[in-house]
């Protein structure tokens, strides 16, 4: 955003910006911006929106389930499963 400056002093809303250097913090926004534009087409305007539903679309996707390192799929869980007990070898 060009004019951030202005826009932050016009509406007192913080701007957030991934730092030099750190893709890792524009893989989240990206993922961020693809969840919003199945709310928000491209070309939606913002001002059509009430609050009521951007808060209702804030609380959906802050609900939504999250992949932790503590997850593991099934397939993964059978797999541990088998080998542990050595009926599979990591070497096939």
Same mark, same amino acid.
């Given at each position: 955003?060009?004019?951030?400056?202005?826009?932050?002093?016009?509406?007192?809303? $913080?701007?957030?910006?991934?730092? @030099?250097?750190? @893709?890792?913090?524009?893989?989240? !926004? %990206?993922?961020?911006?693809?969840? =919003? $534009?199945? *709310?928000? @087409?491209?070309?939606?305007? =913002?001002?059509?929106?009430?609050? #009521?539903? =951007?808060?209702?679309?804030? =609380?959906?996707? !802050?609900?939504? @389930?999250?992949?932790?390192?503590?997850?593991? #799929? %099934? !397939?993964?869980? #059978?797999?541990?499963?088998? *080998?542990?007990?050595?009926?599979?070898?990591?070497?096939?």
């Amino acid at each position: 955003m060009a004019r951030h400056q202005c826009f932050t002093t016009a509406t007192n809303i $913080r701007g957030n910006f991934c730092d @030099p250097r750190s @893709p890792w913090q524009r893989g989240s !926004n %990206e993922n961020t911006n693809g969840l =919003l $534009r199945q *709310y928000f @087409p491209r070309g939606t305007h =913002l001002s059509r929106i009430s609050q #009521s539903q =951007l808060n209702a679309i804030a =609380l959906r996707l !802050n609900q939504r @389930p999250r992949c932790t390192k503590s997850a593991v #799929s %099934e !397939n993964r869980r #059978s797999f541990i499963k088998c *080998y542990t007990a050595g009926q599979v070898s990591p070497f096939r």
